[in-house]
């Protein structure tokens, strides 16, 4: 895998090339008219709605209307796909999350390889999971819960709301590979918060934006959130990392274009999106999300994406995971 990342970082600076007073008019003229983000998912969704507050935020600094386009199915590959085609020209952009490097090796026959299509531009924010289980189930911590499914292998199913290789589906895949547990996976088609306070299924890893209602409720219990840090939400509850070493399983939004894209193009969104993202205010509106900003050079945000897609192929491989 250090090919395509080499790959990746080379096209985010792949044009360069171009004379410099070429760069300078394409960023002085860009943009004279409405850009387009395209959204792999639908209206509503945690991506369409993140997609939304950077659109708002872009076009108060570009001063051309930002439109988000939503294009959902398949995983966000019809999204992906309608951007690789697109002129490489920054009117349509694609608003990409962790599920691009997870469907690098969950699907064997795309119609693209991002790495080699898409410039990366910005990382934008991200959010953490979080293990939940119920209240009534005897493992009170991680350390309790890895030592009750060692002494009860396929005894415990782990569920998942968002489909076959979906990120609740691979990070609870991640700490059964890093913890050496065996967890019955059983996928639902709807968030199966019920199948889970009813004890039809023992554990899951959703996003904890989703989830924290019930948390707070005590109708469910977490025992620790995915992300390398602790979340602002649930100061009191531990990361994963702290009893599974290296562990880290977070959902990540971001910004990229078609590959080609005049870097004088990429670095000027980059810049007002980084410009925004230092407000505080829309600081505060991701927090409120669950989240935090990430920003970043557009190497920086290549070079994260080269590392997840990297990371998740080995997941995907030692689970045996295929795509529905």
């Not at 410039?119 to 209240?135: E, S």
């Not at 002494?151 to 609740?168: E, Q």
């Not at 945000?301 to 192929?313: D, P, R, S, V």
């Amino acid at each position: 895998m250090k090919l395509p990342r080499r790959r990746f970082l080379h096209l985010a600076a792949g044009a360069a090339a171009l004379p410099a007073m070429s760069r300078i008019a394409w960023a002085q003229a860009y943009p004279a008219r409405p850009v387009r983000i395209v959204v792999g998912l639908a209206a509503g969704s945690s991506p369409d709605i993140t997609a939304r507050l950077i659109g708002q935020s872009l076009s108060e600094r570009l001063g051309q209307p930002v439109v988000i386009d939503n294009r959902p199915g398949a995983g966000s590959n019809i999204a992906t796909e309608a951007v690789v085609r697109a002129a490489p020209d920054g009117y349509t952009l694609l608003w990409t999350t962790t599920t691009a490097a997870v469907n690098a090796a969950l699907y064997e026959k795309l119609k693209f390889n991002f790495i080699r299509d898409m410039t990366p531009i910005a990382g934008v924010c991200t959010f953490p999971l979080v293990m939940l289980v119920n209240p009534s189930f005897s493992a009170r911590t991680v350390p309790e819960f890895i030592a009750y499914a060692k002494a009860n292998p396929g005894k415990i199913n782990m569920a998942s709301s968002t489909g076959i290789g979906g990120m609740d589906h691979v990070a609870g895949e991640l700490f059964k590979m890093m913890a050496g547990v065996d967890l019955v996976h059983v996928p639902f088609r709807t968030t199966p918060f019920a199948e889970l306070r009813g004890g039809q299924v023992q554990v899951w890893f959703p996003a904890l934006a989703s989830s924290i209602g019930y948390i707070k409720s005590g109708q469910l219990r977490a025992l620790a959130v995915t992300t390398a840090t602790r979340s602002n939400e649930l100061p009191d509850v531990p990361t994963i990392g702290e009893f599974v070493r290296g562990y880290e399983a977070s959902v990540w939004h971001g910004i990229a274009a078609p590959k080609e894209t005049p870097v004088a193009i990429v670095d000027k969104i980059n810049r007002e999106i980084n410009t925004r993202l230092a407000d505080p205010n829309l600081k505060a509106r991701f927090t409120a999300l669950g989240g935090a900003v990430l920003s970043g050079s557009p190497t920086d945000f290549g070079k994260l994406i080269a590392e997840e897609t990297e990371k998740w192929a080995k997941v995907i491989k030692s689970a045996g995971i295929k795509a529905e």
